[in-house]
């Protein structure tokens, strides 16, 4: 079973569409197909540049699609609850029982409340999950204003996550708008997040380096 083929089961897509319609009705930025994909096809590509068997690329690629169907259950320990909904998915599926494990494992540590960079795919995984910020993600630009989260994602028109040439180092670049939000309130609600990507970066043998208008914050 592959990536593209787990992308076409029609529960999966069911649970994902139904997770991102919950936090919706919560106020949450997007959560759905856009995330992700983008989620996915990044924890493959960190992978895959370090090296990693192609299998392995690929099961990341999988957990980045899965990661955040927790959110159907409620948005609370939603990577524990995802990781259980996984499971069920893989299992229905015929998945190796270690292709599973190494799935849920990810899935189940994605969270920067709960989670650890405990394997190199859920390592793979913070990095991706925690790296999607973008303008793109805010449902409502009239209300931006209002809320703390979207005025941050608003504000920010750029994002890249790059190696160095030598593979050592990962590091996320931002272009913020400070005309929506400043660069403060985007470490006021993504700090936590951010040692996070360090401590999975650190799992990889990486450093991790957070640079925001052409300044290095980590």
Known sequence: MTYEQLKQDEAVKVYIAQADASLKALGFTEHSFAHVTRVSQTAGEILETLGYPARTVELAKIAGYLHDIGNVVNRVDHSQSGAVMAFRILDRMNF????????????????????????????????????????????DKATVALDIHDRVNYSVTDCRLSFD??????????????????????????????????????????????????????
Request: glycine letters at 6%; charged letters at 20%.
């Open 96 to 139: 190796l029982p270690e292709e599973i494990a190494a799935i849920v494992t990810a899935i189940g540590n994605h969270d920067e409340g709960t989670g650890l960079p405990v394997s190199a795919i859920a390592a793979a995984l913070i990095l991706a999950d925690k790296s999607d910020v973008r303008r793109s993600r805010v449902r």
């Open 165 to 218: 040439e030598k593979h050592t180092s990962i590091r996320l670049t931002l272009t913020v708008d400070t005309h929506f939000s400043s660069v403060m309130e985007y470490l006021e609600i993504f700090m936590k997040r951010m040692l996070l990507c360090q401590k999975a970066a650190e799992a990889l043998g990486l450093t991790f380096h957070l640079e925001i208008n052409g300044q290095q914050v980590v």
